[in-house]
């Protein structure tokens, strides 16, 4: 299982309509490209978690980085699992507020995606799912 974990910045506003269009058109494409993963949106930032098989990842990933609602994508992780984190997700999603993230280390290297440590951002996975 392959996966790949980037943050981007809106280059547009998204407004709850234009949320909820990206988020449709995305859980139909991932289904039938057999990607699961997790959207997060805050603070005009995305960060965003993909996995499935290697080719369609890094598919995705390469449209992700070339649509224009996007702008400085950076990747911060990538690489091989034995399992899938998001297994019955085709996209979940969650808009979150910056009270919610003061304290939250992985929310504050973001602008040092270099630190950004493995458990760091999988907290950070952990309190916006719940």
Not at 82 to 85: A, D, I, N, P, V
């Given at each position: 299982m392959?996966?790949?974990i980037y943050t981007s910045y809106a280059a547009i506003d998204f407004n709850d309509d234009l949320l909820k269009s990206l988020l449709i058109q995305?859980?139909?494409?991932?289904?039938?490209?057999?990607?699961?993963?997790m959207l997060f949106y805050f603070d005009?930032?995305?960060?965003?978690?993909i996995e499935g098989g290697e080719?369609?990842?890094?598919?995705?990933?390469?449209?992700?980085?070339?649509d224009t609602r996007h702008k400085?994508?950076?990747t911060l992780k990538q690489g091989e699992r034995?399992?899938?984190?998001f297994t019955?997700?085709?996209?979940?999603?969650?808009s979150i507020n910056n009270n919610e993230?003061?304290?939250v280390e992985a929310y504050r290297n973001l602008q040092a995606p270099t630190k950004l440590s493995d458990s760091a951002f999988f907290n950070l996975l952990k309190l916006i799912a719940a």
């Open positions: 392959y996966f790949i995305s859980r139909d494409r991932n289904k039938a490209m057999s990607i699961t993963g005009d930032t995305f960060i965003q978690l080719d369609e990842v890094k598919l995705l990933y390469q449209d992700i980085c070339n400085r994508v950076i034995s399992e899938r984190y019955d997700w085709s996209m979940g999603f969650k993230l003061d304290t």
